[in-house]
């Protein structure tokens, strides 16, 4: 049976972007505890795509701007924070804006410079600096338009041993002169 060409076609087949240019899954790392978390579901969602990752290196806008790139070693702190992700990526640098800007105002540039990227997904932290958090973003990309953001929740903490140890009385403590326990 022949297919009719009427109909496109439909297979599961990743296509790439428009005129050949590859759409990177954005992640945006704050130099947190959480950006271990943005990076392993940004790497999962980009190694089923087959295509890169955009770190995006957040930095306070007290550091100098001028000299501070992607191979800096501010920078490569903290993307060596999210350890080796195994798949390409690519490395940018986001300046927090200085002064008290209004709360979207930090989310938009961000937003602007993921969009120059072409990344159609921006993961984020739900919590961050201010105006960078997930839900920040996505209200700021709900307002411009620009790329779909996700909400990475915190990884789960679990203790290093199963058993802990059985806590001392009170009483079996030592004393101090004045009969108190030590702090």
């Given at each position: 049976m022949t297919?009719?060409?009427?109909?496109?076609?439909?297979?599961?087949?990743?296509?790439?972007?428009?005129?050949?240019?590859?759409?990177?899954?954005?992640?945006?790392?704050?130099?947190?505890?959480?950006?271990?978390?943005?990076?392993?579901?940004?790497?999962?969602?980009?190694?089923?795509?087959?295509?890169?990752?955009?770190?995006?290196?957040?930095?306070?806008?007290?550091?100098?701007?001028?000299?501070?790139?992607?191979?800096?070693?501010?920078?490569?702190?903290?993307?060596?924070?999210?350890?080796?992700?195994?798949?390409?990526?690519?490395?940018?640098?986001?300046?927090?804006?200085?002064?008290?800007g209004s709360r979207l105002a930090a989310a938009k540039e961000l937003l602007a410079l993921a969009t120059r990227h072409r990344a159609p997904d921006l993961l984020a932290a739900r919590r961050g600096p201010h105006g960078l958090d997930a839900f920040s973003l996505i209200e700021a990309a709900a307002l411009r338009g620009g790329p779909y953001v996700h909400a990475v929740a915190p990884a789960a903490w679990t203790p290093l041993r199963q058993n802990p140890p059985a806590a001392t009385p009170v009483a079996d403590l030592p004393r101090t002169r004045r009969g108190n326990v030590p702090r």
């Open positions: 297919r009719l060409l009427s109909h496109p076609r439909r297979d599961h087949v990743h296509r790439p972007a428009r005129a050949g240019l590859l759409q990177p899954v954005a992640a945006v790392l704050t130099d947190r505890i959480d950006d271990v978390a943005v990076a392993e579901a940004a790497a999962r969602i980009a190694l089923a795509r087959r295509v890169p990752l955009l770190l995006i290196a957040v930095m306070p806008p007290h550091i100098r701007q001028s000299g501070l790139g992607p191979a800096s070693p501010s920078v490569r702190a903290i993307l060596a924070r999210v350890g080796p992700l195994h798949l390409g990526y690519i490395p940018e640098v986001f300046h927090l804006p200085a002064g008290n």
